[in-house]
């Protein structure tokens, strides 16, 4: 079975311009989480996704970013208008229905802003 | 400060000598988990323990949950320089199970 496939693993965009990041779980698994990562930190909570729905977005910026998970292909993080603060490591999670599992992470997306 | 914060932030230690990380959290839980992250990659799930266990082995770790403290501690013995890595605590309660990550403990295992 595939884990958790992220593309790009880099990306780079000028200021203004948009990211899109993409995930794909674990075949099977409903439950999608992204994170975000500063160097030298540990991972912040950003959003929680079902196929379909936004669950949780407590940790996602009110503007300029969503996601999304719809009901073919893979959830998509995206960001309109980045700004340098933007620059950061984005990690994908998935886990099966199942509550009290563990989450498999992807390789992350590697976004640096210009 | 962020629910989750591991103790110490670096270790470093020879091959074959034990390696012991602390993690404390703030509010009730569903469960605890420990990964691992080496450097530019992904996290690796290594231990989930219910918020209802004491302990729980894996291999070459050991970690430990005490509710009444509400800490947390992850023991890697005969350690070899592969084990050379970040180890992040996380939290996390029923709903959703989002994750509570800490800052970590980078492990540096000299050969």
């Known amino acids: 079975n595939a884990g958790v496939m992220q593309n790009p693993r880099h990306l780079v965009r000028r200021r203004g311009q948009e990211a899109r990041l993409r995930c794909s779980p674990v075949k099977g698994h409903s439950h999608v989480y992204w994170y975000r990562q500063l160097p030298e930190e540990g991972l912040k909570f950003m959003v929680y996704?079902?196929?379909?729905?936004?669950?949780?977005e407590s940790g996602m910026p009110k503007e300029r970013f969503s996601a999304e998970f719809p009901k073919e292909g893979p959830s998509i993080l995206r960001i309109q208008q980045v700004v340098r603060g933007d620059s950061a490591a984005y990690f994908c999670?998935?886990?099966?229905?199942?509550?009290?599992?563990?989450?498999?992470f992807g390789d992350g997306t590697r976004l640096s802003i210009l | 400060s962020q629910q989750g914060e591991e103790d110490p932030q670096a270790l470093s230690i020879q091959e074959g000598e034990n390696a012991t990380m602390n993690c404390s959290y703030k509010t009730s839980i569903n469960n605890l988990q420990w990964y691992r992250q080496n450097s530019g990659r992904g996290l690796v799930h290594l231990i989930l323990i219910r918020s209802n266990e004491r302990e729980k082995h894996s291999g070459r770790l050991r970690v430990t949950l005490d509710t009444s403290k509400k800490s947390s501690s992850l023991l890697i013995t005969a350690s070899r320089a592969a084990d050379t890595a970040s180890y992040f605590c996380?939290?996390?309660?029923?709903?959703?199970?989002?994750?509570?990550f800490g800052g970590g403990t980078r492990v540096l295992v000299k050969p």
């Open positions: 996704l079902q196929k379909e729905n936004i669950i949780d």
């Open positions: 999670a998935s886990s099966p229905e199942q509550n009290n599992q563990p989450q498999h």
């Open positions: 996380a939290t996390g309660k029923a709903a959703g199970n989002k994750l509570t």
